[in-house]
């Protein structure tokens, strides 16, 4: 029996991961692709992630406002009037997004299951992405000593632990898969 024979299903998994992984950053590259990087524009979902971290700073009783940076495409966060973090577009979790949908793809289903799910976990990171962000310039204006653990440990890992628990509930629950392998 030949190896592909073999392991047909993980390499049919490597594949479908592969080419949406690659089609997701392709749309996601011609969507930056449209933003001017001479002027230093920002693109437009990390303009929505700043604002409504903005938001949520603000409903938790702090002054915070934003300014677009005229020295890169990013948006500087004030709080109490002091610089204390950019929003760039790393911060707007898109290839956060893209890596769990595909992920997702590679254990498909059924389109609609699919599809639904794809745009719930989506919803979910967004939602959890701009609290990250509201939370991190709090965190460094609170905790200034701190914002290298916030920022490269706590945070990531908090992201990425629902990203990794979502998927896990895909297979689990959602997916099918765990139905063939207790058959």
Same mark, same amino acid.
């Given at each position: ?47 929505? @992630? ?13 002054? @915070? ?115 063939? @392998?207790?058959?």
């Amino acid at each position: 029996m030949s190896i592909l024979k073999k392991n047909r299903s993980f390499f049919i998994f490597l594949a479908k991961f592969g080419l949406s992984y690659l089609l997701l950053s392709g749309i996601y590259w011609l969507y930056l692709s449209q933003y001017n990087a001479q002027l230093k524009e920002p693109d437009g979902m990390t303009r929505i @992630v700043a604002q409504q971290s903005r938001d949520i700073d603000v409903f938790l009783g702090e002054n @915070v406002r934003l300014e677009q940076w005229k020295t890169e495409a990013a948006f500087r966060v004030f709080v109490n009037d002091r610089n204390v973090a950019r929003v760039v577009e790393g911060c707007n979790a898109i290839s956060v997004m893209i890596l769990f949908a595909a992920f997702i793809v590679a254990f498909s289903t059924t389109f609609k299951r699919t599809a639904l799910y794809i745009i719930a976990g989506i919803v979910i990171i967004h939602i959890l992405n701009v609290i990250r962000v509201g939370l991190l310039s709090l965190g460094f204006y609170y905790y200034y000593d701190y914002r290298e653990l916030l920022h490269d440990i706590l945070f990531p890992l908090f992201i990425y632990g629902v990203v990794f628990i979502l998927w896990v509930l895909w297979v689990i629950k959602f997916s099918g898969n765990a139905a063939k @392998v207790k058959a």
